[in-house]
């Protein structure tokens, strides 16, 4: 089995058969001159994409039309270019079953570096943390209704934490941080603060779209994860039965998370725990892009590439203390 | 009776008797040098401040630390100056009664040049031209809970439309231009449009508070009025039954009607109703500059002050038509 | 016949006759390594666009040496690949007769989706509703020297109404807009208003050069369009007599449309009018670019590209009322 | 005579009868509560300012009535105080003879270090430089038409050069920068260049107005000095008969010579005369707030104020060279 | 013993007798009318600041003229104003005793609310810390030099931890944080991070002067702290033989700990432990505004006062936790 | 001997043997798909790039991986393609010896109009007009152990002087200038003012890398030119004795000379020199962009293409004087 950049490195002017387990990141319908419709459908994996091109007439034509983006197929055919770009011939085409989705996850996407199982597991203990009971329920309900999502959105489309998994990622850090943290600012409230941090991004679950393959959805352009994360611990609360001053301030400190206005920050942060969270957000979130630059560059370089959210290439070395 | 600028007016130098009407704006604990607790009282009407100690042994005392912001009294006592500063001695106080309020209004604070009443009739006809009846629904019940305060709230603290009712009035103004614009911009939804209009600021009906003086509420300093007028239109809307296509629209409108994320817009406009509305808001708040610009400039200038919001002087000359 | 595109997807690996209509966008000398100096030809229609190299030996260089950029060709030859670029032959090459060029003028370029007759014809209604007779007379005169360029210029090169006529279906829908509003704006001075409007960006039939292969002239980079409008109108008006109290009112809203300095700006608005125009501007430049996004976005998406202008894609979508 | 800053200083419990010429600076009408009308009239020297109130009863009702802002007054009376602040007496009042104008200059206004004559000889030597005919003639009667203004008007109303014949003391400053830095750019045009330096700020002797009380004129406001000088020197080079070559890229100079948009240029500088002027004015600017630091901070300070314009405060000490 | 608020509230209309303890904060020569010099004295304590005006022919002249900034005096005397400014005689006058300073330091000046020997004695157990041994030598040696200064000197003159030993207090809650978070960020060296958290604002107290009266030294206008405390940790690194790797990275996190070059930062962040730094110290500056805001809000407040650095007032009042 | 635009301009569908003589610009390290190690090494002239992939088997191997970037060398092979990207063979491969660097340079890599020589003697002559001898001496010594890479480095990676030896030309250009103005600003001391100029971006020999290629290097990357020129300096004038006020001044000079702090500045420029300096720095890296797009704009052209710098394009056809 290939990936996809060892598929485009095979001789170009023959036809050799191959077989690979590929992601359909998107599949729209087109027109062509002729007026007669057709499907451009995109696979990919981690190492790179190509686009295949679908007729009506073509066999697999009612499979791709109602295909779900995100959804995992083991495809058989024999390499083949078209105007210089690589477009293989399918032959034969199947979903990967769910069972077998774990094993291949890893070459179909990046992942955040540690296992979500674990991720999960300390997430709980940090929840186990807030003394509060109906602050727990809030937290607990705003996040189970979101599970699955919260479970494999990245942390950000670009910039930081962006792989699948990469939210849970951020949040459960950010909680590390948070716990470390807390007993130098006595001004903060500990169950507010840990509440805010583990919610303040859960907005993105419903921002994002798309298990393997994520855009932003319609509410995401709309309303915006601030917004949606707010909606979604209301409604939690509510249910909760959260005293109004306490839902208040964890409303805030969602609104506020962001930092400035023009990052998309509904207010500025007027709170203890909202300063605090959203100064622990923006640590972890450079800390995050460190990470990243450091596992991500080749170790024949001093300096990673350009991180644009550092404004900086990263020198990667570590330092040398003389023996 | 006298404004507070005809008392400062007085001469200086005698103790002359006074009676006036004014609205009692702050009053805040101090701590004397001596550790005991006094009270600042700022009283005010259209043309000026003044302040009032009351210490502890004051047979005031009681009154004003229970006094309401915002509350309407009749004083009487002599001038003083204290320090330089005009510090007039309160020899009686009593409540303006409730029925006499409308009465001393106008010298009082600032209102908007149209009745309020008119402006609420006017506003009952656009309403009654949503035609889809669960948006009509939404919007009479978004507003009528906050009808009160509604009708007297300011358009802004400072900036456009920054008096009494000048909510109302801008808001009155936007569904004209919108009702007139409409047949132009056929991509527009009318329904969506005007319901928009009418509850794009209702939020700062809850971010301010104080009738007669506006400050910043809690919720005002914690949510914001974009956020907090998408909340009371949810819940009207879930309320009415509104579907979650249109309600996903309409409060769009409202996060995105402050146009740039640093203006306070919790996203960017997205729709065509909501890039309609943005630009009417825009065109209005303007225009409203203007109004006040040319009503408040004195006679003989041809220039008015500069207008912040104009980033210029405006010429408040009409233009000459040669005959 | 052929579009460009269409030539692209014939077979490559055959020389295929073919016969197109296709403009003249840009030629220019370049020198080969060997020192002789060759033309490289671009042309294009609405589809796309290729390159003809040209040498000195060629019977068509006298031809493409003198051609005026903008010229229709017929053109016939065969398809050809050059180092994999499209670099079809050309055996037979034409100029289109100037009473075929409205036949070809749709598949060459973009247009306004009114036609540019009936733009013009309601523009002269507007201009009729001018009272003042040396207001009518600037506005009259000094459109008639551009008429010619203002009927084909787009609205701009990049961003809002950029097609072919595009400045004159702003210019309209802008008078629209103005005539439905004056009555609730009676601080605006109609007659300057409308005035203001129609010549606000009559300077871009100056600034931009080519009627079908539309560039910033000489001018336009010197001066800018908003100091082009200005003087042009300055012209007109000291011809047609207007009186200077009028004449600065005009000439300011001209200044002043593009709003901001840093956008081009010469002064800020500081008359009803000119903010009154920069805002109608606004609105309708903005509401230009959410028109573009809805006829050009394919019917299978829910969003359009992302809108620069914008800042957002467009929910292109129409609302969904329940029946 | 005294200085008003003297005036002041005099024991305030006394009325001592005082001799003082002063600028009329500012005469506003005002309404006093009983609605009669009054005047506010401001009075000052280089050294402070007063205010006079004139009721309609006093026998200088007229006078100020008429008086035109920046006329010098000799004006006596005795000194007093209205609520703290300085409001002397005036028995006798009189215009001061034009021909006395120029020995009183100095205590009434501040005024560019080098007289007037000088800078305007040395200022005739830098136009008798410009070889081609009609470009020196054209900045002749751009220049002539203006001469009495450009001589007094200052650089700017803040910032450079802020003071009377400030404009013209920049100017031959440039001047002579621009002739010692031609012979290094040999792409810059040495006729263009002096050209565009002598007439750059011009445009301010129309946005600029009143003698000894500068303020914006209307068509300051409404045109601004870019778009001002702009108007004066093409009229000026039509009548001279300057090439349409030449004539373009002088105008250019003017619109670019401000460096950015948001700073006021209508245009950025795109031919090397216009780069060269906007480099030496910003050099030039620079260097006058230098200069004024240097000769406006107290002995005793080794750093002057802030200077806005540098965005620090000057070190006004010598550099030592040990011995 | 009167505080100067003290001083001031007593009966203006009388000369009342008084001693007071006060900080010499400021004397300039200034030139009076008849072209003699006298002395502007400016003294003050916590509660506030009056002037003394001293005149060549006063006994206290010579001493007033050789006077240190900063200096603290007992003075005798009698209340009495000058043009409506409280300006008291002194009669008497002497410098207080080194070994009283320590009691009226408090009356005299706001200090961080934790003892200085206490954060010194903490800030050695973080050094302590450091392992590498010229590491730890750097910072030893770069600190001791300026301990005096380091330990009164304030976080900043306006903006965070602006009050006296404010640097100290800053820099050890920061090492506290450091060595809370270094566990959960394994990328980040220990030892490097610690001494950069340590020297980062060291070069303030080079940039800062005086001791009760902190104003910029000339070396902070010219260098500014960034490139002070690098010269400093560089002179003492070279000293204490640190490797040119280790220092390298040492300089840089000095270097870049502004976060953005418009904060000052002579270069943006670009190792592990330089984005470290700046990121705890962005989070331990803003914790510190909250910490003041919270502790200097009056009582009946639920908001502080507007706090530039969060851009928002503050909620002090507790969150309330439902029994 | 070609280049390589030449060589790519051969007929691709034939192997023709070249001999090139080219700069190694790059050589890195990469892993192929079966773990195995490669080299892919950028070799490249004036003209163009291309890239040659050396496996491990190869007998040029050891060659390349010990290749100094920038070292130029003398390849003959035959011309290839591999996946439509020019891959030449390389049978021959030897250094080019140093004597014969000078020969080739000119094609190698663009060059700074004026030969080095001539700058560097008429950089001496300016040395020599500094009075002061530490001074004089502080700038030799800095100068001289960074003599072999002043000579070289170009002016900036982008934007003005961005050839090989673009930062000694803009050097020298500014010393002219310098000189040219001194006699016209007295408050600027000329000593500093020239070893200001000389000095102010020298630390660019620290920050660029590589002769023939540059990069920035380490030290670029973590300190940044301001600093490193500030240090080189500093040791330079500690070693020449240069007193403390001078040297005080002195760095202040280069610290402050990018400008603003946005751009670079450590601090903003406070004295007469180092206002003058940074003026006199801006004035001609703007006129080197002019000098630029003139000398590399074709002929046929009438404007440049857009320059970055400067925001537009530049007219680059000369003033055209009547006869």
Same mark, same amino acid.
């Given at each position: 089995?290939?990936?996809?950049?060892?598929?485009?490195?095979?001789?170009?002017?023959?036809?050799?058969?191959?077989?690979?387990?590929?992601?359909?990141?998107?599949?729209?319908?087109?027109?062509?001159?002729?007026?007669?419709?057709?499907?451009?459908?995109?696979?990919?994996?981690?190492?790179?994409?190509?686009?295949?091109?679908?007729?009506?007439?073509?066999?697999?034509?009612?499979?791709?039309?109602? $295909?779900?983006?995100?959804?995992?197929?083991?495809?058989?055919?024999?390499?083949?270019?078209?105007?210089?770009?690589?477009?293989?011939? *399918?032959?034969?085409?199947?979903?990967?079953?769910?069972?077998?989705?774990?094993?291949?996850?890893?070459?179909?996407?990046?992942?955040?570096?540690?296992?979500?199982?674990?991720?999960?597991?300390?997430?709980?203990?940090? *929840?186990?943390? *807030?003394?509060? $009971?109906?602050?727990?329920?809030?937290?607990?309900? $705003?996040?189970?209704?979101?599970?699955?999502?919260?479970?494999?959105?990245?942390?950000?489309?670009?910039?930081?934490?962006?792989?699948?998994?990469?939210?849970?990622?951020?949040? +459960?850090?950010?909680?590390?941080?948070?716990?470390?943290?807390?007993?130098?600012?006595?001004?903060?409230?500990?169950?507010?603060?840990?509440?805010?941090?583990?919610?303040?991004?859960?907005?993105?679950?419903?921002?994002?779209?798309?298990?393997?393959?994520?855009?932003?959805?319609?509410?995401?352009?709309?309303?915006?994860? +601030?917004?949606?994360?707010?909606?979604?611990?209301?409604?939690?609360?509510?249910?909760?039965?959260?005293?109004?001053?306490?839902?208040?301030?964890?409303?805030? *400190?969602?609104?506020?998370?962001?930092?400035?206005?023009?990052?998309?920050?509904?207010?500025?942060?007027?709170?203890?725990?909202?300063?605090?969270?959203?100064?622990?957000?923006?640590?972890?979130?450079?800390?995050?892009?460190?990470?990243?630059?450091?596992?991500?560059?080749?170790?024949?370089?001093?300096?990673?590439?350009?991180?644009?959210?550092?404004?900086?290439?990263?020198?990667?070395?570590?330092?040398?203390?003389?023996?």
């Amino acid at each position: 089995m290939n990936t996809v950049a060892e598929l485009k490195e095979l001789p170009k002017d023959q036809k050799v058969p191959y077989e690979a387990v590929v992601v359909l990141r998107k599949s729209s319908i087109r027109k062509a001159r002729n007026d007669s419709e057709f499907l451009m459908v995109e696979f990919g994996d981690k190492s790179g994409v190509f686009h295949y091109i679908c007729f009506g007439n073509s066999s697999h034509y009612q499979l791709f039309l109602n $295909a779900v983006e995100g959804t995992i197929y083991r495809v058989q055919g024999s390499t083949d270019y078209y105007q210089n770009r690589f477009s293989p011939s *399918i032959t034969h085409i199947e979903k990967v079953h769910e069972s077998e989705v774990q094993r291949y996850l890893d070459r179909l996407v990046e992942c955040a570096p540690i296992p979500v199982k674990e991720l999960w597991t300390e997430l709980q203990g940090f *929840i186990a943390k *807030i003394n509060h $009971a109906p602050l727990k329920e809030t937290v607990n309900s $705003a996040l189970s209704e979101l599970e699955k999502e919260f479970k494999t959105i990245p942390g950000a489309i670009s910039m930081h934490h962006a792989y699948r998994s990469g939210l849970m990622e951020h949040t +459960v850090r950010m909680c590390r941080a948070c716990v470390s943290l807390l007993p130098l600012y006595d001004e903060v409230d500990p169950d507010l603060a840990l509440a805010g941090v583990i919610l303040h991004d859960l907005g993105k679950a419903l921002e994002y779209t798309g298990d393997l393959a994520t855009t932003k959805s319609r509410l995401g352009h709309l309303h915006g994860h +601030v917004v949606l994360g707010y909606r979604q611990t209301r409604r939690a609360a509510i249910k909760a039965g959260l005293s109004e001053d306490l839902l208040d301030r964890l409303e805030h *400190i969602i609104l506020s998370h962001q930092g400035e206005l023009e990052w998309g920050a509904a207010v500025k942060a007027a709170t203890p725990e909202a300063v605090f969270v959203s100064m622990v957000d923006n640590l972890d979130a450079k800390m995050g892009m460190v990470q990243y630059a450091l596992r991500s560059t080749p170790e024949n370089q001093d300096f990673s590439d350009y991180v644009a959210g550092l404004g900086a290439p990263l020198l990667v070395r570590k330092p040398q203390y003389p023996a």
